[in-house]
């Protein structure tokens, strides 16, 4: 994707199993704001995927995750998730960055 991200951000991130109890949110948005910009940390010709085969290119970025409250988690006051050197997907994928739909 060419369009980049900077601090201060908004992107959603796309809940995976294992970020939550009970996985009962997976595959779900949640606003993620960028803390830190890692430029090119996946150079295309490096051909970096993901554990499922998803190509990586491009800037990797750190972000705190909001999360909804006790609907997201039982533990009262965990209100973000730390995530780093996530890249941007084109659609929603589940442990990575995507751009807010337009609407």
């Known amino acids: ?14 809940i995976k199993s294992g970020d939550l109890a009970g996985d009962r949110m997976v595959g779900e948005a ?24 998803h190509a990586l290119v491009g800037d990797g970025y750190n972000v705190q995750v909001l999360l909804d409250g006790t ?6 006051g965990q209100a973000c998730l730390w995530r780093t050197s996530l890249a941007i997907c084109d659609e929603p994928t589940p442990g990575h960055l995507s751009w807010p739909p337009r609407v």
């Open 1 to 14: 994707m060419a369009d980049k991200a900077t601090v201060g951000r908004i992107l959603h991130y796309t």
């Open 30 to 53: 949640r606003p993620a704001i960028v803390v830190k910009v890692w430029p090119n940390e996946y150079p295309a010709e490096n051909k970096t995927t993901d554990g499922n085969g």
């Open 71 to 76: 609907n997201d988690t039982a533990a009262i």
